[in-house]
């Protein structure tokens, strides 16, 4: 294979893992509602986010198009909170495994408008500088996709043993699970089988009081 082939083969391969990993979209908002996004992040892993609110007219914004936006960890901590906004953008490194979410709120507004979020939102080695890697590293454009992709599948090993983990305590979960789940049903049947001898002793003892056996 050529060098062009093979550089042509490691842009295209690296692109694909970074889509993987990275969620760029584009969602409506009525006023006063509200949209949450979830994202599965591992501990010490980089996440950025950008999102603004698309123009449905020449010049500024309306005022009606206003967002409250926050981003949470799993255990509750806030990484970002903007307040009457129309853009912004957020970055920080996992301190927890877990869901991280971002909440969008589109202020109350009578009458009611539709409002149009661009976001994006970038996780591991697709939330990277890679413009300024390249400007610092003064590198040539096949050095730098094999960086690239170097960093990409040292990423996604780590996360297969993040998955791994994950894995292993569901599993954990599940066996604990089964064992309540058995314990409690033997715990139903012993109940069960002493209400009936009980109700047995009781019409027993009320058959030989009356005579009856």
């Known amino acids: 294979m050529s060098t062009l082939n093979l550089g042509l083969v490691l842009i295209i391969l690296g692109f694909m893992l970074e889509t993987k990993m990275g969620e760029s979209m584009r969602f409506e908002l009525d006023s006063g509602q509200t949209k949450c996004i979830s994202e599965d992040i591992r501990t010490n892993a980089m996440s950025v986010g950008k999102y603004a609110i698309v123009n449905p007219h020449q010049g500024s914004l309306p005022h009606s198009h206003k967002l409250t936006v926050k981003v949470s960890s799993p255990y509750g901590h806030s990484y970002h909170i903007g307040e009457d906004v129309d853009s912004g953008n957020f970055a920080f490194t996992a301190t927890e495994n877990g869901a991280y979410t971002s909440c969008f709120w589109a202020i109350y507004h009578q009458p009611p ?3 149009t979020i661009d976001f994006v939102w970038r996780t591991g080695v697709a939330a990277k500088d890679w413009s300024q890697v390249a400007k610092k590293g003064q590198v040539d454009t096949m050095e730098f996709e094999l960086k690239k992709l170097y960093d990409t599948v040292t990423y996604i090993h780590e996360e297969m043993y993040y998955l791994r983990e994950r894995e292993e305590e569901m599993q954990h979960l599940n066996k604990e699970t089964n064992s309540t ?3 409690l049903s033997f715990f139903s049947i012993a109940l069960c089988l002493s209400v ?16 009856l056996l």
């Open 181 to 183: 789940m058995a314990a």
């Open 196 to 211: 009936a001898g009980l109700q047995v002793w009781h019409l027993k003892t009320f058959f030989q009081r009356k005579k």
């Open 113 to 115: 408008v539709k409002i």
